[in-house]
């Protein structure tokens, strides 16, 4: 089974700074790969998505994610925060089979 | 756009109680999945389905139960609630092999 890793649990920055949120997977065989953001009491949302081509893929709201295939890892980087991008973001991963593997997530809390 | 629907956003119920947790998609998804999220833990799936009475096993199924009779509908059932269901309920479907798309959630309070 695959196994991902967000190391913070909490991430802190002021608003108009540049963040990284960490992920790392298990396996170097084939997988799909997500990020997903979750605004309170709301259901998750993708983000981003990366299945193959280009491994730096980029979401509508300025966010950006590049898969390292020798590092096993997915990290999600914004150049400018903002204060509405507050919210819990999720990594995860699809590898063989229909099951999603999810890390345990990254509270983002922007400050003014 | 895809349309995950839950029953209910808020629930309580009483310890030993049955409880239905519905979810209904708009797309014809193969795929459906059931997960709970609680502080710390992230998304930990407890049952998910690729097909009409199809169901597969995921991490943490012990208490509860699925049913799925109809493409568009999984159900979760608690068959006996304890204080510790007490959870956050997210449903999700998918169509291989792209991402997941998520319900609400349904926040479930068990007393």
């Known amino acids: 089974a695959q196994s ?13 700074a540049p963040v990284e949120l960490r992920c790392n997977y298990s396996s170097s065989v084939s997988v799909y790969l997500f990020w997903y953001v979750q605004y309170p009491n709301q259901g998750l ?3 981003l998505k990366y299945l193959s081509g280009s491994t730096l893929v980029e979401s509508i709201n300025g966010f950006e ?3 390292n295939k020798s590092q096993t890892s997915f990290h999600l980087r914004k150049p400018s925060v903002h204060i509405s991008d507050t919210a819990e973001y999720f990594c995860a991963v699809r590898a063989t089979g229909n099951q999603f593997y999810f890390g ?3 509270s983002l809390t922007v400050i003014p | 756009d895809v349309k995950v629907t839950q029953s ?9 109680e049955k409880v239905f947790l519905e979810c ?11 997960y709970r999220q609680d502080p710390g833990l992230g998304l930990r799936l407890i049952y998910f389905s690729y097909d009409v ?12 139960s ?29 169509v291989d092999p792209y991402e997941q798309y998520f319900g609400p959630g349904t926040r479930l309070t068990v007393t």
């Open chain 2, 24 to 34: 209904v998609q708009d797309m014809d998804h193969e795929n459906m999945f059931w």
């Open chain 1, 4 to 16: 991902v890793t967000q190391l913070d649990s909490q991430v802190p920055v002021f608003e108009e």
């Open chain 2, 66 to 94: 699925v049913s799925r009779e109809k493409k568009e509908r999984f159900s979760l059932i608690l068959e006996s609630a304890s204080t510790n269901q007490t959870s956050m309920y997210l449903c999700a479907s998918s």
């Open chain 1, 65 to 67: 994610a590049e898969f």
């Open chain 1, 45 to 47: 949302q993708l983000l």
């Open chain 1, 104 to 106: 345990t997530g990254t």
């Open chain 2, 8 to 16: 209910s956003r808020y629930l309580v119920k009483r310890t030993g």
């Open chain 2, 53 to 64: 009475k199809m169901k597969e096993k995921g991490d943490i199924p012990e208490g509860y």
